[in-house]
C-alpha cells in the first residue's frame, strides 16, 4: 500500500482513508536548534548535520514498519528516544577531565595537606577553643567553628581544584619532556625501596604549596597580623615577628628541594640531605616558638580579665605547634634513616651484565 511520507508536516493518504494528524514541520528543527545551543561553533554544523541525518532516517525506518505517516506523539518519540539535547551535545563533545590521571597524585596531596595537615589542626586546636570561650554557650561556639572550618575547607578545595584545572589545561614542558638517563638509580638494598621518588607533578605541587605559604605568610606579618571575632581581638606575639625569616626560609624551602630535585632528579641522596636540613631548620623553629611563654596576645578584650580563656589559647597554640612539630621530627627521622642505609649500597645492575 501507497503512502507518501514528507518531512514537511504533510501526511497523504493511507490504507484507512484520508490524512492522519500532522506534526509540526519545526519540530526536528527545535530540536536540533536546542542541541546546537550546547555546542562549540566549530562543530555546530557537522554535528546538526550528521543528527539530521540520522533522525530523518529513523523516521523514515518508523513510517516505513507503520506504512504511514508518523503522528506528533510518534516524531516526538523517536526525538525523545534520542535523547536530551543537551546530553547529546556532550556526547560531540571531546573527553577532557578537570584534573587527569598525571596530576590526580599531587592533586589529592594537597588537599591532604592543606584541609587536614594545616586547616584542620588550627581549627581544632586556636580556632575552636576561642570560638567556644567567646560564644555564648559550648554548643554554639563548636557550632560556629565547624561552620567556619567548612567554609574554609571549601574556599580551599575551589582554590586547589582551579589551580590544578589551569595545570591540566597549561601543562608544563617538564611533564612531557625528561631524560630516562637522569632517572634515580635503583637502590643496592630491597628494603631501600621506599626513598622517596616523587613524581615531577607532586614536586611542582609541592613548589606551588610551598611558594602559597610563604606570600601568605608574608602578607599576615606585613598586614594586619591580628583576628577579630564578636568582640575578641588576637594578635600575634612579638616572638613571630623575632622568628619572621626563619619561618619563611623553612616555607620557602620546598622551592629549593623542588628546584633541586628538578634538574637533578639522578641524585636522592642530595634530595635526602635538602631535606634533612629542612626537617632540622623547622623543628628549631618550632621549638623556639613553643618555648616562648606567649604565642598569641588580646588586646581591649575578654581575655584580659579570663584566666581560663587565657590559658586554653596558649595552650591551643601549643598543641598544634608540637603536633606539627612530631610530623617534623618523623619525617626528618624517616630521611636520615633511609639517608644512612643507602651509603654503601650502590645501584644495581642486575640483568645488564654480561653473562659470558
Not at 222 to 244: C, H, M
Amino acid at each position: 500500500m501507497n503512502t507518501n511520507r514528507n518531512h514537511d508536516g504533510t501526511n497523504g493518504p493511507t490504507g484507512s482513508g484520508g490524512p492522519r494528524e500532522t506534526w509540526p514541520p519545526d519540530l526536528i528543527d527545535r530540536y536540533l536548534h536546542t542541541v546546537g545551543f550546547w555546542l562549540p561553533a566549530a562543530l555546530r554544523r557537522d554535528v546538526i548535520s550528521e543528527l539530521r541525518e540520522d533522525i530523518l532516517e529513523k523516521i523514515d525506518e518508523r513510517q516505513s514498519e507503520l506504512d504511514r505517516n508518523l503522528t506528533v506523539a510518534e516524531v516526538a518519540a523517536v526525538l525523545q528516544q534520542r535523547g536530551n539535547p543537551m546530553l547529546v551535545a556532550h556526547g560531540f563533545l571531546p573527553r577532557r577531565p578537570l584534573i587527569g590521571d598525571a596530576l590526580l597524585p599531587a592533586y589529592w596531596l594537597s588537599l591532604k595537606v592543606i584541609v587536614l595537615g594545616i586547616l584542620l589542626p588550627i581549627y581544632a586546636f586556636v580556632v575552636g577553643p576561642i570560638m567556644a570561650r567567646s560564644a555564648p554557650n559550648l554548643w554554639v561556639g563548636c557550632t560556629q567553628a565547624i561552620w567556619q572550618f567548612a567554609i574554609a575547607a571549601v574556599f580551599s578545595f575551589g582554590v586547589i581544584t582551579l589551580v590544578f584545572a589551569c595545570f591540566e589545561r597549561f601543562p608544563h614542558p617538564n611533564l612531557y619532556q625528561w631524560d630516562p638517563r637522569r632517572l634515580a638509580p635503583v637502590p643496592g638494598d630491597s628494603a631501600d625501596a621506599e626513598w622517596r621518588r616523587e613524581p615531577v607533578a607532586v614536586t611542582i605541587a609541592i613548589m606551588g604549596l610551598s611558594l602559597a605559604l610563604g606570600i601568605a605568610w608574608i602578607t599576615l606579618m606585613k598586614g594586619a597580623n591580628a583576628i577579630s571575632y564578636q568582640g575578641v581581638r588576637l594578635e600575634l606575639a612579638p616572638v613571630w615577628d623575632t622568628l619572621f625569616w626563619p619561618i619563611l626560609a623553612a616555607l620557602w624551602s620546598g622551592l629549593l628541594a623542588g628546584t633541586i630535585r628538578l634538574l637533578r632528579p639522578d641524585k636522592p641522596q642530595l634530595h635526602a640531605v635538602g631535606r634533612l636540613a629542612i626537617a632540622g631548620l623547622s623543628l628549631m623553629t618550632l621549638l623556639v616558638l613553643i618555648a616562648s611563654p606567649v604565642l598569641i596576645e588580646s588586646r581591649g578584650t575578654p581575655i584580659d580579665t579570663d584566666p581560663d580563656t587565657a590559658y586554653w589559647v596558649q595552650m591551643g597554640g601549643r598543641i598544634a605547634l608540637w603536633a606539627l612539630a612530631a610530623v617534623v621530627a618523623f619525617d626528618g627521622f624517616s630521611e636520615a634513616r633511609l639517608l644512612f642505609r643507602s651509603k654503601g649500597a650502590g645501584p644495581r645492575s642486575a640483568g645488564l651484565q654480561r653473562v659470558g
